[in-house]
């Protein structure tokens, strides 16, 4: 690219930036709020959006590279034996065309056991002939090939890696995706996230759980160090090559060590997580203002321009009234997801907000 045209495309982005549905094309992203622990409001009728699903502390996802097809019978035992769903990052262009690269059948039944499909492009940016890749095509046809092979379109791109990851643009990727994972970084900050270079940890690299700087720990364990700003962050990872020697045993010390863990993590595919996050960061939460002892009343409003993007139902702590023995809510005119949990023997209600989906009432 020549520099005028380089300019250009810096303004472009620029631009993008500025007028984006949401925070996720600056990669210098700002703090969007502070980092606490898991918050109990106060009084009756308070309420606070949880910074992960079901109040977890932090959020780990699974993802698989490259196809990798010999890898899945060792994945999917893993995943049902420790009840995980997972992410597999598909190169399109590569499905059926040999024993690594899978075929459109098995990539559906990993679809069926609840798993999550996305693209890693069509060529992996390694086009025939050697030429440079077309990335707007390798992003958008990639899409189309899993659309058409398994019923319903990705939700998420991983960019190939290097030599070409370079050439990856997150403003590119934002028309066809809702979030992208990168490889720069290794761990991301729940209040600064950028939902088109989301850092990834690489499964064969990973420092032991009994390290208190390993990753996992890292984002479970608050320390004055230079780690302190991963802290009830998300944890995501990629795999290739299980087979290779002693990474297997690398996996599954982390899994366990999850296993032990696992009511302080939210567990969820990679777009899930992301689209939890983005709704959370373009959400907020008010009383309506109509408590009784006998009720309490939530509105949970979606920034207008998060509409690049679609409401998922986020979880809502709230305090309840001192003689609540259960609780019951409905959404607009439908029953939602609502459970009582106590603290110091006090109530408190998770219950499953979709924002901008109406007014949410709450009874015991
Ligand atoms: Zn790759």
């Keep these: 690219m020549n520099p005028p045209l380089l300019a250009a495309a810096l303004l472009t982005l620029a631009a993008a930036a500025q007028t984006a549905t949401d925070f996720s094309l600056n990669p210098s992203v700002p703090q969007?709020?502070?980092?606490a622990g898991r918050h109990w409001p106060h009084n009756p009728g308070d309420a606070s959006v949880c910074l992960w699903p079901g109040d977890a502390l932090a959020a780990v996802s699974l993802t698989i590279d490259d196809n990798n097809a010999p890898d899945h019978p060792w994945w999917l035992q893993q995943a049902?034996?420790?009840?995980?769903?997972?992410?597999?990052?598909?190169?399109?262009?590569?499905?059926?065309?040999?024993?690594?690269?899978?075929?459109?059948?098995?990539?559906?039944?990993?679809?069926?056991?609840?798993?999550?499909?996305?693209?890693?492009?069509?060529?992996?940016?390694?086009?025939?002939?050697?030429?440079?890749?077309?990335?707007?095509?390798?992003?958008?046809?990639s899409k189309k090939q899993i659309a058409e092979n398994l019923g319903a379109p990705p939700t998420a791109i991983a960019y190939p890696g290097s030599p070409a990851y370079k050439l990856n643009d997150p403003a590119l990727a934002a028309k066809y995706y809702l979030a992208a994972r990168g490889f720069t970084g290794r761990l991301n900050p729940a209040n600064a996230?950028?939902?088109?270079?989301?850092?990834?940890?690489?499964?064969?690299?990973?420092?032991?759980?009994?390290?208190?700087?390993?990753?996992?720990?890292?984002?479970?364990?608050?320390?004055?160090?230079?780690?302190?700003?991963?802290?009830?962050?998300?944890?995501?990872?990629?795999s290739h090559d299980v087979r290779k020697p002693g990474h297997r045993q690398k996996i599954t010390a982390l899994l366990d060590f999850i296993e032990t863990r696992r009511g302080d993590l939210s567990l969820r595919p990679f777009s899930e997580t992301a689209l939890y996050a983005?709704?959370?960061?373009?959400?907020?939460?008010?009383?309506?203002?109509?408590n009784t002892p006998g009720q309490i009343v939530l509105r949970l409003t979606r920034a207008t321009d998060a509409a690049a993007f679609p409401a998922v139902?986020?979880?809502?702590?709230?305090?309840?009234?001192?003689?609540?023995?259960?609780?019951?809510?409905?959404?607009a005119a439908a029953p939602v997801p609502a459970r009582l949990v106590r603290r110091d023997n006090l109530p408190f209600a998770l219950v499953e907000i979709t924002p901008g989906a109406g007014d949410v009432t709450l009874t015991p």
């Design 193 to 238: 996230l950028n939902y088109f270079a989301v850092a990834a940890s690489n499964t064969a690299t990973l420092r032991d759980p009994s390290d208190p700087s390993s990753e996992i720990r890292q984002i479970l364990e608050k320390t004055d160090g230079p780690g302190a700003r991963f802290w009830r962050g998300w944890l995501v990872l990629y």
């Design 313 to 331: 139902p986020l979880t809502v702590k709230v305090r309840l009234p001192d003689g609540w023995e259960t609780v019951a809510a409905r959404q």
């Design 80 to 141: 049902a034996a420790r009840d995980l769903r997972l992410t597999w990052f598909v190169i399109t262009g590569r499905v059926g065309t040999g024993a690594n690269w899978g075929t459109w059948d098995a990539f559906k039944k990993l679809a069926a056991a609840g798993h999550e499909i996305a693209s890693h492009t069509v060529t992996h940016f390694r086009a025939p002939g050697g030429a440079s890749p077309d990335v707007a095509w390798e992003y958008e046809e």
């Design 32 to 35: 969007r709020f502070p980092l």
């Design 278 to 290: 983005r709704n959370r960061d373009a959400s907020a939460l008010s009383t309506a203002g109509q």
